[in-house]
């Protein structure tokens, strides 16, 4: 017959859980401090710094909730350590740009003037179609009406639209052949299937920003 008990409570006795429950509180009020100590970007979209930070502070809370042997002493130096540090290390890149860029990483410009930046792309690791997806989802329908697409630091996209719009290559998905008829095509141009470079028809053999020899009608937003 299976030790229900044993499987429920492991090794523990019953007195532990009403412990476990204080313990509970007391490291959620840390956990909690500590957050509001390290500044209102701990509840936004967080950096690596502020990721690392937030891990640390997690582990060291985690042990004491499960574990009677362990007190709560050491979860509460820890917790200070973490946030003297994440502190120290915001004073520290805030006074010295090379250290932010370095512990941040640099904006990176993915889209300029309706052309995609291969390079940042590849050294972002970011897929072609996760560009795409990103504009689509800001209503947008080709890379002419973007003036510049920037990725942030942490890992979010900054869009800045084109005032005045120029033919571009289609966001819309090839297989979505209903939506892509319904696109206004701009005559005598083509945009390279691979960055977006618009030229005059009939284009040249190869694209002369990123070499690529597919080709695809720019299609235009008619107002």
Same mark, same amino acid.
């Given at each position: 017959?299976?030790?229900? $008990?044993?499987?429920?409570?492991?090794?523990?006795?019953?007195?532990?859980?009403?412990?476990?429950?204080?313990?509970?509180?007391?490291?959620?009020?840390?956990?909690?401090?500590?957050?509001?100590?390290?500044? %209102? @970007?701990?509840?936004?979209?967080?950096?690596? #710094? /502020?990721?690392?930070?937030?891990?640390?502070? +997690?582990?060291?809370?985690?042990?004491?909730?499960?574990? &009677?042997? @362990?007190?709560?002493?050491?979860?509460?130096?820890?917790?200070?350590?973490?946030? $003297?540090?994440?502190?120290?290390?915001?004073?520290?890149? +805030?006074?010295?740009? @090379?250290?932010?860029?370095?512990?941040?990483?640099? =904006?990176?410009?993915? =889209?300029?003037?309706?052309?995609?930046?291969?390079?940042?792309?590849?050294?972002?690791?970011?897929?072609?179609?996760?560009?795409?997806?990103?504009? @689509?989802?800001?209503?947008?329908?080709?890379?002419?009406?973007?003036?510049?697409?920037?990725?942030?630091?942490?890992? #979010?996209?900054?869009?800045?639209?084109? %005032?005045?719009?120029?033919?571009?290559?289609?966001?819309?998905?090839?297989?979505? /052949?209903?939506?892509?008829?319904?696109?206004? =095509?701009?005559?005598? %141009?083509?945009?390279?299937?691979?960055?977006?470079?618009?030229?005059?028809?009939?284009?040249?053999?190869?694209? &002369? #920003?990123?070499?690529?020899?597919?080709?695809?009608?720019?299609?235009?937003?008619?107002?």
């Amino acid at each position: 017959m299976a030790d229900y $008990l044993r499987i429920l409570m492991g090794e523990t006795p019953w007195s532990f859980l009403l412990e476990a429950s204080v313990r509970m509180v007391v490291l959620y009020l840390i956990l909690l401090s500590g957050l509001r100590l390290m500044g %209102k @970007r701990m509840a936004g979209q967080l950096s690596r #710094t /502020e990721q690392a930070a937030l891990v640390s502070m +997690a582990a060291a809370v985690g042990l004491p909730i499960l574990s &009677p042997e @362990r007190g709560l002493l050491a979860s509460l130096l820890i917790g200070g350590v973490v946030v $003297l540090m994440q502190r120290l290390v915001v004073h520290w890149a +805030a006074r010295r740009p @090379r250290v932010e860029h370095l512990l941040q990483a640099h =904006v990176i410009t993915l =889209v300029a003037d309706g052309v995609l930046c291969l390079p940042a792309l590849e050294h972002a690791v970011l897929s072609r179609e996760r560009v795409f997806a990103q504009l @689509r989802g800001d209503s947008l329908e080709h890379l002419g009406q973007v003036h510049r697409l920037y990725m942030e630091a942490n890992g #979010t996209f900054s869009l800045v639209e084109a %005032k005045e719009p120029a033919p571009g290559l289609s966001l819309v998905p090839g297989w979505d /052949e209903e939506f892509r008829q319904l696109q206004p =095509v701009a005559a005598g %141009k083509v945009a390279c299937g691979q960055c977006g470079q618009v030229q005059a028809a009939p284009p040249a053999a190869a694209c &002369p #920003t990123c070499a690529a020899s597919q080709w695809a009608p720019a299609v235009e937003i008619i107002a």
